[in-house]
């Protein structure tokens, strides 16, 4: 068990519907990622929040946003979903570090994913 | 950008043997890190080693341990006395530190099968 949890486990929707996935990062942990995982894309970052502010951006489309909340959990939105957006979406965190990175503060680990099924 | 390629798309080894994934990477960058991890069939990811770039010592990982050479941008992953727990998708992953603060660029992934 990793620390970091992420709900729901599972998730079955409609084309053009709108989901929510919520992490709760590992206790003392600032730094939260989410990553699609898909057939056709391989394990790619999305959005990275440090602190409750957007610190990377990767291959997430316009549909999807996400944000981290002061108590530091983070919610990813799913918006006008494709049947390509099914996946497995991960979230990891890290604890970033006051002083700035380094590399024990910046491994991540991961939840156990969401599994996003879109019909 | 930075880009990470496991040219192995499956490998085999029978049970107490040696095994090694292979994974090389492209960056201009001196500094940054180096994982690999084990995704099996629950498909949760776990963290199975991690080398910083510029520790020239190989990272150990008691079964696990890596081969990282610098130069040639390659960083393998040896696993010995393979059990069957460790049959997975192996995942090499490369992050920079700084301005991006540690996201993970990931290969293709290793399907490790272990035979009994």
């Known amino acids: 068990d990793s620390g970091v949890t992420q709900t729901p486990k599972h998730l079955i929707t409609a084309t053009g519907q709108r989901v929510t996935l919520r992490c709760s990062p590992r206790s003392g942990d600032l730094s939260v990622y989410w990553y699609q995982q898909s057939l056709d894309q391989g394990l790619q970052f999305l959005i990275q929040y440090y602190n409750g502010e957007e610190r990377a951006k990767g291959n997430i489309l316009e549909r999807f946003s996400a944000q981290q909340f002061p108590d530091l959990h983070s919610e990813l939105n799913l918006s006008s979903l494709e049947l390509g957006d099914s996946a497995l979406y991960f979230c990891?965190?890290?604890?970033?570090?006051?002083?700035?990175?380094?590399?024990?503060?910046?491994?991540?680990?991961f939840g156990p994913g969401t599994r996003l099924t879109v019909l | 950008a930075q880009t990470v390629t496991q040219s192995q798309p499956e490998m085999s080894v029978q049970e107490a043997e040696t095994v090694t994934l292979s994974c090389t990477y492209d960056?201009?960058?001196?500094?940054?890190?180096l994982f690999w991890y084990k995704q099996p069939p629950s498909r949760q990811m776990i963290l199975v080693i991690r080398q910083e770039a510029y520790k020239q010592q190989n990272a150990t990982e008691n079964r696990f341990s890596v081969n990282f050479q610098k130069a040639a941008k390659s960083f393998s992953l040896k696993i010995s006395d393979s059990q069957l727990g460790d049959a997975a998708m192996y995942f090499c992953a490369y992050s920079t530190f700084g301005t991006s603060y540690g996201k993970l660029t990931f290969g293709q992934g290793t399907i490790l099968t272990v035979h009994p």
């Open positions: 990891a965190s890290s604890w970033g570090g006051a002083g700035g990175p380094t590399f024990s503060t910046d491994t991540q680990y």
């Open positions: 960056t201009s960058e001196s500094d940054y890190y």
